[in-house]
Structure formats: C-alpha cells, structure tokens
C-alpha cells in the first residue's frame, strides 16, 4: 500500500496542475463554469458551482488509480457525477481515455469544440509525474488495496477557486478566503470498518510568485493503521498553558453555536472558507478546533483531513452523536465512511448530517464538547 500513498501524492499533484491550468486561461474558465442542479446540488448554495476542473480531476483520479490498482475499481468515490453538459446544450460522459489524443478528442466536445484548451487539459491528464518524497516513499503500510475504499473532492471551496481572488497573508497565517482555500483531498477508508487510514491533501495555490504571477502548490499527507501512525507535517508544538482556545468556523455558522463557544475563546473566531480548508488549519495547528453544526460537509469533504488528523493522534467527529455519548459519558463518536444515510437521496445520503468537530488534543476537544453541551 505504499505505492498506493506514492500514488495518491502523484495523482494529487497532477489535479492541482490541472487546477491551475484551469484558472490560467480565462476564456476558458468562463467555458468552464456551470451550475448544479437536481439532486446532486450542495443545499448550502443557492448557487453552486460545477466546473469541468471537478470532474476532469476526478475522472483523472479514478482512471490513474485504477491503472494501477484494478481492485479500487467500484470504490472510488466522489463529489462529482461525470456527465457535463457543454453549451451546445449536449451531455457529455467525461471520462480519461488510454491515449493522450482520445481524451483531447474527447474534451474538445465538452469545450465546443475549443481544441486548443482541449489538448491542454489533456496534456496536463497525461502527464507523467514523478514526485518525490522521502517519508511516504520508505514506509511500509499494512494495508492491502483490496480492503480500501476512496473518498475525492476534487476541489473544495470551488467557489473560492472560481472567484480567484488572491489574499495576502503572512506565512502561518490563516486566510479566510480565497484560491488558498481551495483544496485537493483524496482520503482512503477500510470498506469494512469505514475507519479513514490515509489522507492527501493538496493545495493548488498556496504561494504565489510575485514577479511571474504563478502559483506554487504544497501537499500534506498522513497514515494512520494500527500501530502505524506516519505524517509529513511537522508535529505540532503544544501550548497547554494557554487558557483560550483558538476556534475556526464556517462565516455561516449559527449564532447559538458562536454563544455557546463565546467563553473558550473571548468571543475571537476565526472564519474561513472551505471545509477542508478549515479541516487543515487544524492540522497545521493554526486553530484548536473547527467546529461545524450544520449537516452542510460530506464524506468526500472530511475523509482526506481526518485520515491525516488521526495519524497525529486527533480525529474528526460528529457533533451531535458526541453531545449524546457525552451525556452518557462514553467517549466522542469518529466519523466513518462506508455507510450512506438510509431514506436520504443523491449528496445528502453521504452528508456529515450531525455536523463535526476536528480537533487535535483530546483535552481540548472535550472542552467544547462540554461547552456545547444543552446548548444546541
Ligand atoms: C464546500 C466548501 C464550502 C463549505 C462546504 C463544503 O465544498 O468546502 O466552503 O462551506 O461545507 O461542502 P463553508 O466554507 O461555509 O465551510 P465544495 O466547494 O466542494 O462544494
Ligand atoms: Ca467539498
Ligand atoms: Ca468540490
């Protein structure tokens, strides 16, 4: 299974180059942009945003990994459908072909006819990557392929990525939005058990280059089976002797919730885009906690991020389980990832319905647990 770890960074690393390419060319991010509709729709938007960028990635995921692993096939799953319908008013199957000049051909449809862009995507598809890293590439994992499943969200916070604003902050600082919200994430789980074991995340646009305008990306991984328990983060140094917790939230979170938390914290959120985007402030511990207490995150927005937080010896769980376990002094309720919420269709079958918490340090996540206690 490490070479499914090598190749996950690998794919990763492609869709932000796909990611990027996407946004380079304005005539054809304009193309790009199409909204959702029926039951695939995120309730949370009024409008949301679907753009080939997701699905291409996506598609792109799936034909890589299973090249190489043909027993994931059937278990890779992900925010996008991969019918796309381009302005012709045609629908088109977006799928990754064997060759790089079928798959031009084949998005040359979906882009009506725009051969160039075509060839570009196709282009960035194909490419074969090489990427090296040291850690990911010496561990041995004892996890069989055939035993995993995946979640992938091709991009998260794509509105943030369709808006492209750029946001100047200093390094180890928090953005509340922009192009650095928006997030690769591709996280693996036991079909078994749904326990998320690894996690991969990529940010497309982390730094920006100030004299050639490009962007430059970063990625993060983390593994956690058993008594295996790796990352590529710098173990995070802990400040016990802070009394205030520093607590990341969506802009739309409830005011019930903020009230209740008003205490940990002196009232200072932080508010940033994207579910995983939060998810990795935790990680990177730029926030205690990332407290959610709506149903408005799915599996494919949560698997990649607690993967890496449990493999720090954190975790992810569901807010609303956790307040009962609480009451019955058992312990805090992990999200899992193999089960669909029976009488619900479409998204909302895979949705975090009890809202989350991501947290780092136990201690802490008990705190607000106790704080949220009653209030909800
Ligand atoms: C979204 C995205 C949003 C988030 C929402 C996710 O995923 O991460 O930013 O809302 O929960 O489902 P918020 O930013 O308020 O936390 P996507 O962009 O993939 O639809
Ligand atoms: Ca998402
Ligand atoms: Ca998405």
Redesign the pocket.
């Not at 939230?249 to 979170?253: A, M, R």
């Given at each position: 299974a490490q070479q499914l770890l090598r190749l996950l960074l690998r794919v990763s690393e492609k869709a932000a180059n796909v990611a990027r390419i996407c946004r380079q060319e304005t005539p054809l991010f304009e193309l790009l942009v199409q909204e959702k509709t029926g039951e695939d729709k995120?309730k949370?938007?009024v409008r949301?945003?679907k753009t080939l960028a997701?699905v291409v990635i996506q598609e792109m995921i799936r034909h890589d990994v299973c090249v190489q692993f043909p027993e994931l096939k059937g278990f890779i799953h992900g925010?996008e459908s991969n019918k796309f319908d381009n302005g012709l008013g045609e629908s088109v199957l977006v799928t990754v072909c064997a060759l790089e000049e079928e798959t031009a051909t084949m998005l040359a449809t979906v882009l009506d006819g725009n051969h160039k862009a075509a060839s570009l995507l196709a282009a960035a598809i194909h490419q074969d990557l090489q990427l090296t890293d040291e850690m990911a590439e010496s561990l041995e994992l004892p996890l069989h392929p055939s035993d995993l499943a995946l979640w992938i969200?091709?991009?998260?916070?794509?509105?943030?990525?369709i808006k492209g604003q750029v946001e100047v902050v200093a390094e180890g600082e928090i953005c509340p939005s922009g192009l650095q919200?928006?997030l690769v994430l591709i996280g693996a789980y036991l079909r078994a058990t749904g326990e998320p074991v690894i996690g991969v995340i990529n940010q497309p646009f982390a730094e920006r280059d100030l004299v050639s305008q490009s962007w430059k990306g970063q990625h993060f991984w983390g593994v956690s089976c058993g008594s295996i328990n790796a990352f590529s983060i710098p173990k995070p140094i802990c400040h016990t002797a802070e009394e205030s917790l520093s607590i990341v939230?969506?802009?739309?979170?409830k005011q019930v919730v903020k009230d209740a938390l008003t205490p940990l914290c002196g009232g200072r959120f932080i508010y940033?885009?994207?579910?995983?985007?939060?998810t990795l402030c935790v990680i990177l511990n730029l926030a205690d906690v990332y407290v959610?207490s709506?149903g408005?995150?799915?599996k494919?927005?949560s698997c990649a991020s607690h993967a890496l937080l449990r493999a720090m010896g954190g975790g992810v769980i569901d807010l609303k389980e956790s307040l009962l376990s609480f009451e019955k002094d058992e312990s805090p309720r992990e999200l899992t990832y193999h089960q669909a919420r029976p009488g619900s269709q479409g998204a909302e079958r895979w949705a975090n319905h009890g809202g989350l918490i991501a947290y780092l340090d136990n201690n802490k996540l008990k705190t607000v647990i106790g704080a949220l206690l009653g209030k909800l």
């Open positions: 995120n949370k938007f949301d945003f997701d925010e969200d091709p991009i998260d916070a794509t509105s943030q990525y919200c928006a939230l969506s802009s739309s979170e940033a885009a994207g579910a995983g985007y939060k959610l709506e408005s995150t799915f494919w927005d």
